[in-house]
Nanobody, 121 residues
């Protein structure tokens, strides 16, 4: 079994910062792309940022220059540093990861349960 657990969400004022963490645990052989997504009330889940095993990153236009994604491969953990937060960043933030549980096995995508981020104006 593989689990992804997010932490670090909370309530912050506009202009503030938060750092989200997502740790993968369980029967993990290797991890490829890791990412953060978010879903605001009444809206579809959207991509925030992704990072490959080689540390190549990709960001949604709405967060470029404000958010930074990083990972610690030794800890199977991905981070999202969120700066200059805006009320429109309010959402539940989910992490995901493409994981193989055995050598030569298939890549599967796993999701965390999400952490709430609320930005007050």
């Amino acid at each position: 079994q593989v689990q992804l657990v997010e932490s670090g969400g909370g309530l912050v004022q506009a202009g503030g910062s938060l750092r989200l963490s997502c740790a993968a645990s369980g029967s993990i052989f290797s991890i490829n792309v890791m990412g953060w997504y978010r879903q605001a009330p009444g809206k579809q889940r959207e991509l925030v940022a992704t990072i490959t095993g080689g540390d190549s990153t990709n960001y949604a236009d709405s967060v470029k220059g404000r958010f930074i994604i990083s990972r610690d491969n030794a800890k199977n953990t991905v981070y999202l540093q969120m700066n200059s937060l805006k009320p429109e960043d309010t959402a539940v933030y989910f992490c995901n990861a493409f994981i193989r549980t055995a050598f030569g096995g298939a890549w599967r995508v796993y999701w965390g349960r999400g952490t709430q981020v609320t930005v007050s104006s």
